[in-house]
């Protein structure tokens, strides 16, 4: 909830429809966006990874390693995002150190999700 109350009362928002496409996998990012309001999807090689909701955010590598986008991120209903540039990431992991422990706890969580996943894909018991 960290990143909604960050960012929930930003001036500018990035608005999309239900179906709508907000990162494609492979595209070249340098941002990642706080979702505040609506559902998306993601989605890794078309197959579906997780939904987020408010608070959640997506595109966080790009901004941290400026890799290419590894997964495609799609509005499932009408949704508001604030975009979140390098440079304000930096300012927020040196301001607010909350912010940081929250993208390392979500990047672990996406982690053992991908982990989980391939362990299935393999056929292999956890």
């Known amino acids: 909830m960290i990143f909604y109350n960050l960012f929930r009362h930003s001036p500018e ?14 595209d070249v990012g340098e ?20 939904e987020i909701g408010p608070g959640d ?17 799609t509005a499932l209903t009408d949704c508001k995002f604030v975009e979140v540039d390098r440079e304000r990431f930096h300012f927020l992991v040196a301001e607010t150190p909350n912010f940081a422990l ?8 996406r982690l ?4 989980e996943l391939r362990l ?3 056929g292999k018991p956890n």
């Open 13 to 26: 928002f990035l608005e999309l429809k239900s179906g709508e496409v907000l990162l494609k996998e492979g």
């Open 31 to 50: 941002v990642m966006y706080v979702l505040i309001e609506g559902a998306a999807k993601i989605e890794c090689r078309g197959m579906f990874f997780a």
């Open 57 to 73: 955010f997506v595109g966080e590598l790009a901004v941290i390693d400026g890799s290419p986008r590894l997964a495609t991120t």
């Open 102 to 109: 929250e993208v390392m706890r979500v990047l672990a969580q």
């Open 112 to 115: 053992r999700r991908t982990d």
């Open 120 to 122: 299935r894909e393999t």
